[in-house]
T-cell receptor, first 112, second 110 residues
Framework: EAGVAQSPRYKIIEKRQSVAFWCNPI?????LYWYQQILGQGPKLLIQ????????DSQLPKDRFSAERLKGVDSTLKIQPAKLEDSAVYLC??????????FGEGSWLTVV | DAKTTQPTSMDCAEGRAANLPCNHS???????VYWYRQIHSQGPQYIIH???NNETNEMASLIITEDRKSSTLILPHATLRDTAVYYC???????????FGTGTRLTIIP
């Protein structure tokens, strides 16, 4: 069974530029998560979807971050404009309605 | 906030059993204990979970105390590839969220 797919794996951008990350969850998984992991810290939840609806986006910095999951499958996380403190790993994860959550390999962002 | 307390780091000799403790004294009756690990530059990997009974799978064993206030993850024969950060997480199926702490950095010594 294929796991959670993410791209790009690595991205370097200048501050004030924009970036987008893509996630394809495990087939059949209704719940999709985006986490941010800053170096040396545990992952922090940014947003949670169930199918194509947002369940929790309370930790998403909405002035610069946006996410969508249009057909209840793939999802895109966008940052615009990026700040230096956005340098982190962005992890996508999915689960079947709250059962065990599985993570992708992550997208590494460096803002210079 | 994470509801667990773990040691910051531990060492274990290769081939020996690695025992990673976790305190979760405020765990509720319907909350599970989940363990994940994260090897450098990879996403968190699911290891095992349990509610109140001890659990074993091909990767590890999970021992939960009778009062459920603490647990121990056991890697029976540690290898160098087990070097990683191990996260103990209290999980509520109701809100379907994993809240990570800072985990335990386990180093396997040759």
């Amino acid at each position: 069974e294929a796991g959670v797919a993410q791209s790009p794996r690595y991205k370097i951008i200048e501050k004030r530029q924009s970036v987008a990350f893509w996630c394809n969850p495990i087939s059949g998984h209704a719940t999709l998560y985006w986490y941010q992991q800053i170096l040396g810290q545990g992952p922090k939840l940014l947003i949670q979807f169930q199918n194509n609806g947002v369940v929790d986006d309370s930790q998403l910095p909405k002035d610069r971050f946006s996410a969508e999951r249009l057909k209840g499958v793939d999802s895109t996380l966008k940052i615009q404009p990026a700040k230096l403190e956005d340098s982190a790993v962005y992890l996508c994860a999915s689960s079947y309605y709250g059962n065990t959550i599985y993570f992708g390999e992550g997208s590494w962002l460096t803002v210079v | 906030d994470a509801k667990t307390t773990q040691p910051t780091s531990m060492d274990c000799a290769e081939g020996r059993a690695a025992n990673l403790p976790c305190n979760h004294s405020t765990i509720s009756g319907n909350e599970y204990v989940y363990w994940y690990r994260q090897i450098h530059s990879q996403g968190p990997q699911y290891i095992i979970h349990g509610l109140k009974n001890n659990e074993t799978n091909e990767m590890a064993s999970l021992i939960i105390t009778e009062d459920r206030k603490s647990s121990t993850l056991i890697l029976p024969h540690a290898t160098l590839r087990d070097t990683a950060v191990y996260y103990c997480i209290v999980y509520d199926f109701g809100n379907e969220k994993l809240t990570f702490g800072t985990g335990t950095r386990l180093t396997i010594i040759p």
